[in-house]
């Protein structure tokens, strides 16, 4: 507090003892003014430590704040990344699944042609006709591979 401001108080004002009402002073000098500058200095004093608490609270929350919005704006990126693979996965599958589809069909049709092979009565191709049919045996699809 400035002297200036200090010196003013003393020359006008009292206070009752909760600081709510202000009357002039009787004696400028007195011991009265003399209290009421020191507890409006201790008051001052107070006010400014809650000051700094609460703008070093506001630090800390604005800090809290930015650090969650990070973190926030990280699991966003990572989720449309995310989506961005699913979706292209799910393309791929359907790329596979058809090319399966398009096997199948050929293993069908192979399958045919070595069981046709393996009928044809030749007697020098008994040791041929019982791998081929021992093969298409390995090979065929089964009823559950089609699900």
Request: hydrophobic residues 40%; negative net charge; charged residues 30%.
């Amino acid at each position: 507090m400035t002297d200036e401001l200090r010196e003013r108080l003393r020359a006008r004002y009292t206070v009752s003892d909760e600081f709510s009402t202000c009357t002039p002073l009787a004696n400028p000098d007195g011991p009265e003014a003399a209290d009421y500058i020191e507890a409006l200095e201790a008051e001052n004093v107070r006010l400014n430590g809650a000051v700094r608490t609460v703008q070093a609270a506001a630090k800390t929350i604005m800090h809290a704040e930015g650090e969650e919005l990070k973190t926030l704006r990280e699991e966003h990126r990572e989720w449309h990344l995310a989506i961005g693979s699913l979706d292209s996965e799910r393309e791929a599958n359907a790329i596979l699944t058809d090319e399966l589809t398009t096997l199948r069909a050929q293993l069908a049709q192979a399958v045919e042609a070595l069981g046709q092979c393996a009928s044809v009565p030749f007697s020098g191709w008994t040791i041929a006709r019982e791998f081929a049919r021992a093969t298409l045996a390995s090979i065929a699809p089964k009823e559950a591979d089609h699900g």
